[in-house]
């Protein structure tokens, strides 16, 4: 467990600096490594607003990753308990949250198995909402070989 509770502050202060630190923001997925810890990032980005939207971190040979939505939320206390919901045409993936405070974000995480339904949602789109209000719109239109590797890479062990 202690494993995933530095994925998830880690993957909360990366996904948060990466904007910042890129001259030409990407727009759609990017799947990203840290070859130190092999460490894999499966990141939707929003050129338009030179933000993160949501991220996946997974270490190959884990099935469970974790799950990180950056949203604008207000009035949301810190550590408070979520309902993370990814879903598309009849198929809706539950996600044990919490929500902390990031920069001007309010970041929604929880960990997930890296497999169906979540692998078919990835690769198709899907809506995220939390506590029942849709936050969030994606597909897999800008980047499905992305998805794919990602897919792969965090099987392997």
């Known amino acids: 467990m202690r494993r995933f509770a530095v994925a998830l502050g880690f993957l909360a ?12 923001i990407p727009d759609g997925w990017v799947l990203e490594e840290d070859a130190a ?12 607003n030179k933000d993160v ?21 207000t009035g949301k206390p810190e550590q408070a308990k979520l309902d993370l919901v990814l879903s598309h045409e ?23 198995a890296f497999e169906d339904p979540l692998n078919a ?17 994606f597909t897999a239109k800008s980047g499905p070989e992305v998805i794919d590797k990602a897919i792969q890479a965090c099987r392997e062990p």
């Open 13 to 24: 202060l990366s996904l948060a600096s990466l904007p910042a630190l890129a001259q030409d």
């Open 90 to 112: 009849g198929t809706t993936l539950p996600i044990d949250a919490t929500g902390n405070t990031l920069d001007d974000h309010f970041v929604v995480e929880g960990i997930v």
């Open 121 to 137: 949602l990835l690769r198709d789109r899907f809506t995220v909402s939390v506590d029942g209000e849709e936050l969030g719109h």
């Open 53 to 73: 939207d949501i991220g996946i971190t997974c270490n190959p040979g884990y099935k469970d990753v974790v799950l990180a939505f950056y949203s604008h939320l």
């Open 37 to 48: 810890s092999t460490t894999y990032y499966l990141v939707h980005y929003d050129a338009a």
